[in-house]
């Protein structure tokens, strides 16, 4: 039996992916930045089918992120399995630094982080030798001088899993394939064969990202360099080719013997990126001792065939990537996994209350700041889509403001909130936010709709059962990585804010909420 696995297998901001294969299950965590909870667990048993399973830390003792850029806090993770224990092991660059959680169930829950001293630098990854000893593999600065942006090296050190303390000597193996190579990164370490191979990535993750490798007999070194390196990227394909940015892979075996290996990469329209990097899945042999990516082709394919038999996850389908959401507010007692929000929330950010909805609090921390908006988001996983929200317009009022928000980040980021009867649409760039248009519509429920067609935008008002226009084909294009920058992908959800700081805050109250994805719309290349 078999499976088709199209690519991405994990559509959206799905970045820096890291897979576990434990018997005939896998599990993919992910970068989440800023976004609390932090790391989604996804799994599957075909490499095709994935649902989400949890998310890493879910507490705030787990994953302080304070005033932290939505392109900070967590970085690149690992998840290894041993002896019936699951690590993740990552990187908050906002807030100290390197650590490791552990759990018996790898959708958790997971321990507080056992933050690692001496452990400097980031992307660190775990690997379990054959004889039990485990070995940290990372990246820092050059020790010998930095001599020019992204000079790093990757480093090797015995660590203790029962302390999470790094002992005995401190190797300098790698510093990549290529001479004056920028930000060697992504570092994984695996004992296949007679041989030890680090793989990583290099170039950065942008236009020049590539998937290096390096071999040894010895875990310390010294390392080997493939000639054939870089042994993946696109970057020789050119700027305009449909998928690029390809790196910051991941290799494991199935219960087959078949070997894959997960990476991400980027799928922009009219050359800009407004998804971020996604996950994606390749083929892998082995000839003399060294791995080849999807041999005969050399890049990614848009499928694969896969020797395991088809996976049906049972779970609800909102749990699932690349499929329609529908949520009804009104019958709902929390939030799934899916669901996501910018930094540590507050207590009283959002309540369900049966037969109601959601109440979201009208917060003075907005969503173009750096601190704890009251905004509740899940991934834009399609370059054509439909997003709707209703909710019950007639208690905001004064500077209370409630509705939809395509986020890129603080200073880039479309919204289309409903305040005082009115509809309006706001576009940030660069931190200014610019008022597009105004709709007054003095109802008691109001639907506010966002459709997206690669980088255009309209947006509608439900008035009278009419769907109103307000903007029609708006540029968007800012809402990307070429332009906003960062490593992040844009989120879609509802939000609620209020200008002025009251004694007892207004709430927004949601009815109910819809993603819907579209055929997509070709744009000039």
């Given amino acids: 039996m078999s499976v088709t696995a199209t690519n991405p297998i994990l559509p959206g901001f799905y970045p820096d992916p890291s897979i576990c294969a434990v018997g005939e299950d896998f599990y993919i965590v992910n970068s989440s930045f800023a976004y609390f909870p932090g790391l989604p667990i996804m799994h599957s048993r075909d490499l095709a089918h994935w649902e989400q399973i949890g998310n890493v830390l879910t507490r705030e ?13 967590l970085f690149a993770p ?26 018996d169930k790898p959708e958790g829950p997971y321990s507080d982080p056992h933050y690692i001293e001496g452990a ?57 394939a290529l001479k004056g190579v920028h930000w060697p990164e992504g570092p994984h370490l695996y004992h296949i064969g007679e041989y030890y191979y680090i793989l990583h990535a290099e170039g950065g993750t942008g236009p020049e990202h590539a998937v290096s490798v390096a071999r040894s007999k010895d875990v310390f070194g010294p390392y080997e360099n493939n000639w054939c390196n870089p042994i993946f990227t696109h970057r020789h394909l050119g700027q305009r080719y449909p998928i690029k940015y390809v790196g910051h892979a991941d290799l494991m075996q199935t219960v087959t013997g078949d070997w894959y290996m997960v990476m991400l990469a980027v799928r922009p329209v009219g050359q800009f990126t407004t998804m971020g990097r996604e996950t994606f899945l390749a083929r892998v042999i082995w000839e003399n001792d060294w791995p080849v990516v999807n041999p005969g082709l050399g890049i990614l394919s848009s499928e694969l065939v896969i020797d395991l038999p088809e996976y049906k996850p049972e779970c609800r389908q909102n749990l699932l990537p690349a499929v329609d959401k529908l949520y009804d507010f009104t019958h709902m007692n929390g939030l799934s996994h899916e669901f996501m929000m910018l930094r540590n929330p507050k207590e009283d950010a959002y309540e369900f209350r049966e037969g109601e909805g959601l109440y979201l609090t009208c917060d003075t921390d907005l969503v173009s700041g750096k ?16 997003a709707a929200v209703t909710l019950k317009g007639d208690d905001l009022y004064n500077g209370a403001r409630a509705g939809l928000c395509l986020f890129q980040s603080e200073d880039y980021q479309l919204r289309f909130e409903y305040s ?47 769907l109103e226009t307000l ?45 819907k994805r579209l055929i997509p719309v070709r744009e000039d290349k």
């Fill in 420 to 466: 005082g009867c009115n509809g309006n649409v706001i576009l940030r760039r660069a931190g200014n936010d610019e008022k597009l248009a105004t709709l007054l519509n003095p109802a008691t429920l109001v639907t506010l709709v966002i459709r997206v067609l690669g980088t255009k935008a309209s947006l509608f008002m439900v008035k009278e059962d009419t």
């Fill in 471 to 515: 903007v029609k084909d708006l540029d968007i294009s800012s809402l990307s990585t070429e332009v906003a920058g960062g490593f992040v992908g844009c989120t879609i959800g509802v939000y609620a804010e209020d200008v002025e700081a009251r004694d007892e805050k207004v709430r927004a109250l949601f009815k109910s909420f819809s993603y």
């Fill in 371 to 386: 601190e704890s908006p009251s905004y509740i988001c899940i991934r834009q996983d399609s370059h054509a889509f439909e």
């Fill in 78 to 103: 690992t998840m290894r399995y041993h002896e019936g224990t699951y690590y993740v092991i990552c990187t908050n660059v906002s807030h100290g630094g390197n650590f490791v959680v552990t759990a």
């Fill in 120 to 176: 400097d630098g980031i992307d660190p990854s775990l690997f379990f030798d054959d004889d039990g000893k485990c070995y940290y593999i990372g990246t820092h600065p050059n020790v010998d001088g930095y001599k020019y942006n992204g000079d790093y090296f990757i480093y090797i050190q015995e660590f203790d899993t029962t302390e999470f303390k790094l002992g005995g000597k401190r190797v300098e193996a790698w510093n990549g």
């Fill in 61 to 73: 003792s787990q994953l302080p992120l304070g005033d932290a850029g939505v392109s900070q806090g």
